[in-house]
Nanobody, 114 residues
Framework: QVQLVESGGGSVQAGESLRLSCVAPENIFSLAAMGWYRQAPGKQRELVARIDRGGSTAYLDSVKGRFTISRANAKKTVYLQMNSLKPEDTGVYYC????????WGQGTQITVSS
């Protein structure tokens, strides 16, 4: 059972920052494109940011300029730095590792109040 371990969620005020972390097993992390998804109540899960093995990144339009995804290969960790948070960023954030299949973290709640 592949396990992605997330940390860093919480409740903040609009305009504040949070950083999410996700640790993956070495045999997965070294091969995977890593990403962060989120799911707001009543909505479908959406891709927030992705980083491939070479470090190329992609972002959801609504988070561009505010969120930054990065990976620390030696630590087998992917990060999501979230600045200038907005209430519409509220949701459960999931770490994803895509190799020959998708692996998911357990999810961490982020609540942004106005």
């Amino acid at each position: 059972q592949v396990q992605l371990v997330e940390s860093g969620g919480g409740s903040v005020q609009a305009g504040e920052s949070l950083r999410l972390s996700c640790v993956a097993p070495e045999n997965i992390f070294s091969l995977a494109a890593m990403g962060w998804y989120r799911q707001a109540p009543g909505k479908q899960r959406e891709l927030v940011a992705r980083i491939d093995r070479g470090g190329s990144t992609a972002y959801l339009d609504s988070v561009k300029g505010r969120f930054t995804i990065s990976r620390a290969n030696a630590k087998k960790t992917v990060y999501l730095q979230m600045n200038s948070l907005k209430p519409e960023d509220t949701g459960v954030y999931y770490c994803n590792a895509r190799v020959w299949q998708d692996y998911w973290g357990q999810g961490t709640q982020i609540t942004v109040s106005s």
